[in-house]
């Protein structure tokens, strides 16, 4: 059982950047591959980041590419989220996600967070 909080949503204006941190409770944290997703209202969740369980291999959505990056540290069972160059569509609710071998499909993901909202003003 894995038990995710996301945390470091919050209000940023455009080209601003933002970190976002997700800590895990359970021991197998390190066995899990991590994703952050995210969803816009109105939209579906969609796929942002995700990075396997040893940290050395990672994947990014189109949308974030070059402007985000995700990482993790196992010994603070914790994985992150940094956000550059901040625009408008990037402003949705942020979930942290946890699933052994997952890719990029939420239905690969067992454990969710409740979320971080996320918002870029103009």
């Known amino acids: 059982q894995v038990q995710l909080v996301e945390s470091g949503g919050g209000l940023v204006q455009v080209g601003d950047s933002l970190r976002l941190s997700c800590a895990a409770s359970?021991?197998?944290?390190?066995?899990?591959?991590m994703g952050w997703f995210r969803q816009a209202p109105g939209k579906e969740r969609e796929f942002v980041a995700n990075?396997?369980?040893?940290?050395?291999?990672?994947y990014y959505a189109d949308s974030v590419k070059g402007r985000f990056t995700i990482s993790r540290d196992n010994a603070k069972n914790t994985v992150y989220l940094r956000m550059n160059s901040l625009k408008p569509e990037d402003t949705a609710v942020y979930y942290c996600?946890?699933?052994?071998?997952?890719?990029?499909?939420?239905?690969?993901?067992?454990?969710w967070g409740q979320g971080t909202q996320v918002t870029v003003s103009s």
């Open positions: 990075i396997r369980w040893s940290g050395r291999s990672t």
């Open positions: 996600a946890a699933g052994a071998g997952a890719t990029t499909y939420r239905y690969e993901y067992n454990y």
């Open positions: 359970g021991r197998t944290f390190s066995s899990y591959t």
